[in-house]
């Protein structure tokens, strides 16, 4: 297979070239990228065995400090998510009963506590901007969005009310019962957002937490179309393994606007043996088949601990990552997101072991290069390759085709979408535009 991985290219020429690669086939044989975010980190947050993520526990994923003792920015995009209180589950699974509306609120509420995680986060990025200046990329927050499960777990079933919603109880044994639950915790958390008021960060999406779709996938296209009414993008980071009826039509049917595939690389499989080199590549093939990014794993805690001083070989398995991204284009073209477990960087910067800082060294020079990439193609007014000239949109019949950092209105001025992708509409004139001040007139008949 040979995918799109020309070096030379700027990273955003790359990314728009496989886009409308992307919408053109369904077979789409193209990275996926977010045209907002370019490297997002994974912090779960909200079980007491996670960290406060107060300032100081925020700093190695706000910024690296290298071996010479410099310091730069780190990953500019924030995924704030969380599996269970302890109790119950924001979703299916582990056996646990499903939260009602009270946990869901719960969670919202720690996400926004004072002087921790979201807002630990935008003092700590005003306080690095006074010595490193302004970070390359302003930084992007997607947070996870509660699943409600129509599963009978325990004594739990679907005839118990989760909630109220303008006065009405709430079930989950219907479609509409567990669409507007969802409903009611995306407003309320823009509600949240808004009245925060934070100064360095931008809300881009909403990430769903399951990640098989065998409970909820009868309700992800409305959970999404919702999600995009309010000019937010949707997010999801699938497992690779025996998972493929869902992470293969993760666009198509379930109209999210980007997902992550997980190699599950990191980790010991059910025999108590590790996987080959190769799930790497298979799953790299994977992404590339539909059109999805990837995910970068590793953990520094129980069994999958992969610090240099505990487990050498698993460490090594970081090092395969970036060896592979490198050597299949992934770093060059794709999206990225990082999962390092309940607090990995902060036990890699803590380590002793100078080897774990080398690899975490190394890794930040990817992020930053890519991040560089995307800030020079930035200004660029026009994307072009030897042979060929993106424009932001095409039209086809009763559909357009946008590229990348994009948003489509109609001649009202109504948004009707953003970002890469193929999408349904009527027939008429409309209005598209990027970031760098181009806009033109597209006609779909």
Not at 48 to 55: A, E, F, G, V, Y
Not at 226 to 252: A, C, D, F, M, T
Not at 322 to 348: K, P, R, S
């Amino acid at each position: 297979m040979i995918k799109f991985s020309i070096k030379t290219l700027a990273i955003a020429s790359a990314l728009s070239l496989s886009a409308i690669s992307a919408a053109a086939d369904d077979n789409v044989n193209a990275f996926g990228v977010d045209p907002k975010i370019s490297d997002l980190a994974l912090i779960y947050a909200g079980n007491s065995r996670r960290p406060d993520w107060t300032k100081e526990q925020l700093q190695p994923y706000v910024t690296h400090i290298y071996a010479d003792g410099s310091e730069d920015w780190f990953f500019d995009g924030f995924l704030f998510l969380e599996f269970d209180d302890g109790t119950v589950q924001f979703g299916n699974g582990s056996g646990k009963t499903p939260a009602t509306q009270k946990e869901w609120l719960w969670l919202l509420d720690q996400f926004f506590a004072p002087d921790k995680k979201l807002d630990a986060l935008d003092k700590l990025i005003s306080e690095k901007k006074q010595t490193l200046g302004e970070p390359p990329l302003r930084h992007k927050v997607v947070i996870s969005c509660c699943a409600p499960t129509k599963n009978k777990v325990g004594k739990w079933d679907a005839t118990k009310a989760w909630g109220k919603v303008n006065g009405k109880n709430i079930y989950f044994g219907t479609i509409d019962g567990r669409v507007n639950a969802v409903k009611w915790y995306i407003d309320t958390l823009i509600e949240k957002w808004n009245a925060a008021g934070f100064k360095n960060l931008d809300l881009e999406g909403i990430y769903w937490i399951e990640e098989g779709l065998f409970s909820n996938g009868d309700i992800m296209a409305m959970v999404n179309d919702y999600v995009h009414s309010k000019g937010l993008r949707s997010y999801w980071i699938p497992y690779y393994p025996n998972n493929e009826q869902y992470w293969s039509n993760w666009k198509k049917e379930y109209n999210f606007d980007m997902c992550y595939i997980q190699p599950n690389y990191a980790f010991y499989k059910k025999d108590g043996t590790l996987y080959p080199k190769t799930q790497l590549n298979v799953t790299v093939d994977a992404a590339w088949s539909c059109g999805a990014g990837l995910e970068f794993e590793f953990e520094t805690q129980e069994k999958s601990n992969a610090l240099h001083s505990v487990n050498p070989e698993l460490h090594q398995h970081i090092n395969d990552y970036m060896d592979v991204y490198d050597e299949e284009g992934v770093f060059d073209n794709a999206g990225v997101a990082y999962y390092t477990g309940t607090q990995g960087l902060i036990h890699m910067r803590d380590s002793s072991d100078p080897v774990d800082h080398a690899t975490i060294d190394r890794l930040a020079r990817y992020v930053a290069k890519r991040q560089k990439a995307r800030v020079d193609a930035s200004g660029v007014k026009e994307i072009e390759s030897d042979t060929v000239k993106t424009p932001l949109a095409y039209s086809a019949e009763g559909r357009i085709i946008l590229a990348p950092d994009t948003c489509c209105h109609d001649l009202s001025g109504r948004l009707l979408y953003t970002g890469a992708g193929d999408f349904a509409c009527e027939a008429g004139i409309y209005v598209v535009s990027d970031n760098q001040g181009r806009s033109m007139k597209l006609i779909v008949k």
